[in-house]
């Protein structure tokens, strides 16, 4: 068997690599990614020297690059992770995230439906729903729940999702499509709410909170969305979207003050800005589905998750210390360039 992996050199596509080679010892893993700010082949580094891994440095909507892909190897599933995924970046440069979201999502299903797969998976987010009220925990989001989104970056992620619905449809492209809630663990990006809020709390920095920090985020482990997808691609039903939640629900003011506890850090150092434009309230997923057709729950609660999560961090602090000063960015070219 042989997987493509687009994006694996950000978080949950590197964390799925890590997943896929330890439990799948006899897979072939192919990664592809365009090395953009949020790629790091530093996480990658672990799997670099084994002979079942392969790294390809393309961009998803460079049709000649992925078609030539395509032809030199013979793919079994398609996992498309690849993405424009910071939603505040999206506000700013919204063109961005249309090409790689939407149009590179359309290149990689021309692939598959030119030179054939037995699985193509998206890897879409709960963002695409929207939002939910504060004031009306009873509600969740489900597979069936209308598409809504809030911002570009959301946007793009409905349009990849429809455009996939479509190639299934109209030219029976064999997909899969998974909506995931906020993840959290290893290998994360830096700029995101739980990374961020550790690598300043540990180095004395502000840690600024939209608004009042009253925005609920439904947090999910990382290992446990890979092994939700692992199930989906081989087990799941063609053409369905499976929804993957965490049923851990916390404040983003909650999240913040969890850290600085286990850290040791001060509460002055909370720091309330201006909200994002068009923030949403609530996310929350009702994973009912994919636990009824594939047996899978999430195993790590959140208490147990963001301890794992901390001290990752504060183990592996030349990872995070060198994105912060711009030093990953040369990683590719200095480790890898002449291989």
């Known amino acids: 068997m042989k997987i493509l992996v687009t994006g694996g050199a950000g978080f949950i596509g590197g964390n799925f690599i890590h997943y896929m080679m330890k439990e799948h010892k006899n897979y072939e893993i192919l990664c592809v990614d365009a090395l953009t700010y949020a790629g790091n082949m530093e996480t990658l580094a672990p799997v670099m020297e084994n002979p079942k891994f392969k790294f390809i440095k393309a961009d998803i909507a460079d049709r000649p690059a992925i078609y030539q892909i395509f032809e030199e190897e013979s793919l079994d599933i398609v996992v498309n992770f690849a993405a424009e995924s910071h939603v505040d970046r999206s506000i700013e440069e919204p063109e961005i995230f249309l090409r790689t979201n939407v149009m590179g999502t359309q290149v990689m299903l021309d692939a598959c439906r030119k030179y054939g797969i037995h699985r193509y998976h998206q890897v879409s987010t709960d963002e695409v729903y929207g939002d939910l009220p504060l004031d009306r925990p009873e509600l969740f989001f489900i597979e069936e729940t209308p598409i809504h989104t809030s911002s570009p970056y959301s946007a793009s992620k409905a349009s990849a999702d429809l455009l996939v619905q479509a190639y299934h449809r109209t030219f029976k492209v064999p997909v899969t499509i998974s909506r995931c809630s906020n993840n959290y663990g290893p290998y994360h990006f830096p700029e995101k709410l739980i990374p961020l809020m550790i690598a300043n709390a540990l180095n004395g920095k502000p840690l600024p909170v939209y608004g009042k920090g009253e925005n609920v985020r439904d947090w999910l482990y990382v290992e446990d969305h890979c092994r939700a997808i692992d199930m989906i691609i081989h087990k799941g039903t063609i053409g369905e979207v499976y929804n993957i939640g965490g049923h851990n629900e916390r404040t ?25 434009a068009g923030h949403d309230l609530r996310y929350a997923i009702n994973p009912t589905k994919i636990h009824r057709e594939l047996g899978w729950l999430p195993t790590t609660t959140f208490d147990e998750g963001i301890k794992k999560t901390i001290k990752w961090y504060l183990d592996h602090k ?5 994105i912060i000063s711009g030093e990953y960015q040369e990683y590719y070219d200095k480790m890898y360039g002449n291989k």
């Open 252 to 276: 983003n003011l909650e999240v913040v003050k969890t850290i600085i506890r286990a850290l040791g850090a001060s509460e002055e150092l909370i720091t309330y800005v201006t909200d994002r």
């Open 318 to 322: 030349k990872w995070w210390e060198n």
